[in-house]
């Protein structure tokens, strides 16, 4: 781990954005998920992990994990918010 993960993951815990509403894995979903709780006007932190796989055509496939925090007064809202089709 790096130290500035370690010190991200540090504040995350430290901060009042400490519970986790959702895990999204590629930019498709990350995106989804950032519209729908900016629409229902939910502030939230994203701790983010880089990765690339490689298929077996050897094109790079997106597999980034995006975890969203929100404050713990904002968790049912954000379930419902992430719910929503």
């Not at 006007?41 to 992990?49: E, Q, S």
Request: net charge positive; with cysteine.
């Amino acid at each position: 781990m790096h130290i500035f993960d370690a010190i991200r993951n540090l504040f995350l815990l430290l901060s009042r954005y400490r519970c986790l509403v959702h895990t999204a894995v590629g930019n498709d979903e990350y995106f989804e998920i950032v519209n729908k709780l900016e629409l229902a006007g939910i502030k939230f932190k994203v701790r983010t992990r880089y990765t690339t796989r490689y298929g077996s055509e050897g094109i790079g496939m997106d597999s980034s994990q995006y975890d969203f925090f929100v404050q713990r007064s904002d968790e049912i809202l954000a379930y419902g918010a992430i719910q929503n089709k």
